[in-house]
């Protein structure tokens, strides 16, 4: 399942506005310890999480992560939002809790 | 750690003293050399996780300091060096949830001591010394092929 496919079922908003969307997502994870992240993350995964300071752009550029899922509609920070676009990483965000988009991801075969 | 000399290739980055907003930068960089150099993916994210955490660290713990990529033909060698303080007691450093990080950095998700674990874990070969006063140099070796 690709990220604007998750987009477009969750209703997630791209808050990167025109970074490529069309990469898959292999995996996910549910974490706002971004050392916990560093060291269990893998490639490909969709990384929901409460944090928006800029160091999650890192850590989602350090593992190749599909994209970062903001959720329970925490604002992201602008500085944030400029870096993961010129990472092209796409960062979405959702008012459902994080335990709500894990469990739909789960739901459409992303384990 | 034996010591090497003759690298075909070295990087090196400075880490000032709470730079949080650019750590990242420096092993961002190491990466896409790497990745230049035909490294290997399974390598380079070693590297990269190890150099972030490493850069984490710097920011965090203190005042100030370098990484340094060099390439072997056999192996890369990622070297994080600072001026201070220095580590009293270094086997509780390297024990899993030990940390002496402030709450304002705990706030953002850092200072779980988890870092030089994770240090460890990435690496194939892991040494750190340490003198109080002084300064901190860990020396990590990553084979390749």
């Not at chain 1, 850590?59 to 500085?79: M, R």
């Not at chain 2, 993916?41 to 972030?52: C, D, G, K």
Request: glycine residues 12%; hydrophobic residues 40%; negative net charge.
């Amino acid at each position: 399942m690709t990220v604007q496919q998750v987009i477009d079922a969750l209703n997630l908003k791209l808050v990167t506005e025109g970074v490529d969307t069309s990469r898959e997502i292999t995996g996910g994870c549910v974490c706002d310890l971004l050392s916990l992240v560093m060291a269990s993350g893998e490639e490909g995964m969709a990384w929901i999480t409460v944090q928006t300071h800029i160091n999650v752009v890192a850590v989602a550029s350090l593992h190749d992560f599909a994209c970062i899922i903001v959720s329970s509609g925490c604002e992201v920070d602008a500085d944030t939002v400029e870096k993961a676009a010129s990472e092209g990483i796409p960062v979405l965000a959702s008012e459902m809790s994080g335990y709500e988009i894990a469990g739909k991801l789960y739901g459409m075969g992303i384990k | 750690m034996a010591d090497y000399t003759n690298a075909t290739f070295e990087e090196v980055r400075e880490v000032g003293k709470g730079d949080f907003a650019t750590a990242g930068q420096g092993s961002a960089a190491f990466k896409n050399t790497l990745k230049k150099l035909g490294v290997g993916s399974a390598v380079v994210r070693r590297v990269a996780i190890a150099s972030y955490e490493a850069e984490i660290n710097l920011a965090i713990h203190s005042d100030g300091g370098k990484l340094t990529l060099s390439v072997y033909p056999d192996k890369i060698r990622l070297v994080s060096e600072d001026i201070g303080p220095g580590i009293a007691d270094l086997d509780l450093v390297m024990q899993e949830g030990y940390s002496t990080a402030t709450e304002e950095v705990r706030m953002l998700g850092f200072g779980a001591g988890m870092g030089m674990p994770n240090m460890k874990r990435c690496s194939d070969e892991f040494d750190l010394k340490s003198a109080v006063g002084k300064g901190t140099t860990i020396t990590m070796d990553f084979k390749l092929g």
